[in-house]
């Protein structure tokens, strides 16, 4: 258990019902008592078991009333932390919260950095690194499947996949340094083959865990889409439309979305992370200008181009500008204003296609939508990978772990294939199961906690 009691505001800044100060560490009980009265004069040092009491804050310097709360007295370990935890419920405004905080640090606790109670709740041992990760996660998740995704880690479908992976990694360690260690005691050395397939089950694995580190990001942190036309093709109604609100201004007069807007839709499941860009065009406005450097900018960083051309006019020199941003960016081709009589001649776009899809749209009658959608979803899940199935991947610290370790495995495996002696796999074996620990935070350097957590908010 940690020396000091820290202290922080839990719920978020601005005005709410209700605001909690939360407080863990051994004195979290005695700093409470000091600010607490019960209204039934409880005194609540003495809890033996988890409880809440109702009653006030009082300002000790002066006996001065600062709020009416609830107490929520939870005793180690059955906590969030695993020490002694006590949340403060007051009123939820920033002025009688800051106040309460305050209280608390000259009562004895210290300000909690971020993440420190998650943190600690990690260094008790009462969620891997898996599960802490889930934690925020679970905080910015963004649609209900990332939502999911992030409740299947906390509830350590990851962990558990991992721990079981080491588990048999371990199993080898233990048999192949039998036959090391005890070579008079005649064991039998296991078959190179015997080796060799428990090792390639588990590098599949590892690989299919790798598999969904796409989709697992995307859901995390959102599919970075821009949308890219010339003026006045459709771009700001094609994202209305998505959005299914009217937030960018849509106009008749060419280049008046001059910056770029980002906002989150929910297709699917899936977040995008919608650009709308202004007209990309040669031109000598100075305005108009940032927006074509900051288009090209976007197509650039994004996972995701929807490029719209103009059903009802015939190919211009700006349309082939567009598409000659795209390079070899993945893109979706959307030929909007179906519902206008055809002008554009489809031949004119080959150079430009390659394996990408055209999608024939009407934003202004709604047509097709539905086939973006689902053109995008199976991009996403490339076909097989829902939601539903199993532990994802979902940030770069996991899934560099897994490819180290599989790197590990595949080294393991070639000294079998060059008839190298067991030593040889047990040291490339501990390697892949010391990585793996990295993964639960078993094996992990003090400065990759201390990363992991500072990107927490102040009072989780
Ligand atoms: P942007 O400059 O690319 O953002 O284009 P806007 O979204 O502002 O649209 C320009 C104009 O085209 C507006 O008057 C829209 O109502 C119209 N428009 C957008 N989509 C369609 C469509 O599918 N069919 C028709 N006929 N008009 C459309």
Not at 37 to 43: E, G, L
Not at 180 to 189: G, L, Q
Not at 297 to 302: C, K, Y
Not at 421 to 434: G, K
Request: glycine share 8%; aromatic share 4%; proline share 2%.
């Amino acid at each position: 258990m940690q020396e000091d009691t820290i202290s922080a505001v839990a719920t978020a800044v601005g005005e709410g019902g209700i605001g909690v100060v939360r407080l863990s560490g051994k004195n979290a009980l005695n700093v409470a008592a000091r600010l607490f009265q019960s209204s039934t004069q409880k005194d609540i040092e003495r809890s033996i078991k988890s409880q809440i009491y109702y009653g006030h804050i009082v300002d000790p310097k002066d006996n001065s009333l600062v709020d009416e709360v609830l107490l929520l007295v939870m005793k180690a370990p059955h906590s969030y932390t695993r020490e002694d935890v006590v949340e403060i419920q007051c009123h939820g405004g920033s002025v009688v919260l800051r106040r309460i905080l305050g209280l608390t640090l000259r009562s004895g606790a210290r300000l909690a950095e971020p993440g420190e109670f998650t943190k600690r709740a990690f260094l008790n041992g009462r969620l891997d690194l898996t599960q802490a990760e889930a934690v925020i996660d679970i905080i910015r998740a963004k649609t209900d499947a990332s939502l999911k995704m992030a409740i299947g880690h906390l509830e350590g479908e990851l962990a558990g996949k991992i721990n079981q992976l080491r588990g048999r990694i371990l199993e080898m360690i233990a048999q192949l340094e039998a036959t090391i260690d005890f070579p008079e005691e005649n064991i039998e050395e296991l078959p190179a083959e015997s080796v060799n397939a428990s090792l390639q089950k588990i590098v599949d694995e590892i690989e299919s865990l790798l598999s969904t580190s796409a989709a697992g990001r995307i859901l995390q942190d959102g599919l970075q889409t821009v949308i890219i036309g010339k003026p006045n093709v459709g771009k700001s109604s094609l994202l209305n439309a998505l959005l299914r609100e009217n937030r960018a201004i849509v106009t008749d007069v060419p280049g008046t979305t001059r910056d770029s807007i980002e906002e989150f839709v929910n297709l699917r499941g899936i977040p995008l992370r919608i650009v709308d860009t202004a007209g990309i065009r040669d031109t000598s406005d100075e305005v108009e200008k940032i927006g074509v450097d900051r288009s090209r900018a976007f197509v650039e960083r994004a996972d995701l181009v929807l490029v719209l051309l103009d059903a009802s006019q015939p190919l211009s020199q700006e349309d082939h500008q567009v598409l000659s941003l795209l390079a070899d960016r993945k893109a979706i081709i959307l030929i909007n204003k179906s519902d206008l009589p055809e002008k554009l001649v489809r031949d004119e776009l080959a150079g430009y296609v390659g394996e990408r899809q055209i999608i024939t749209i009407s934003v202004a009658a709604g047509l097709g939508l539905d086939v973006l959608e689902q053109c995008i979803a199976e991009m996403v899940f490339q076909g097989s990978v829902g939601v539903s199935e199993g532990a994802f991947i979902n940030n770069v610290r996991q899934e560099n772990i897994l490819r180290l370790a599989l790197q590990n495995l595949m080294e393991a495996k070639n000294t079998i294939v060059a008839g190298l002696p067991a030593d040889f796999q047990v040291i490339d074996l501990r390697s892949a199961w010391e990585k793996l620990g990295e993964l639960s935070g078993e094996t992990v350097s003090e400065d990759i906690i201390n990363e992991i957590f500072s990107r927490f908010c102040i009072g989780k």
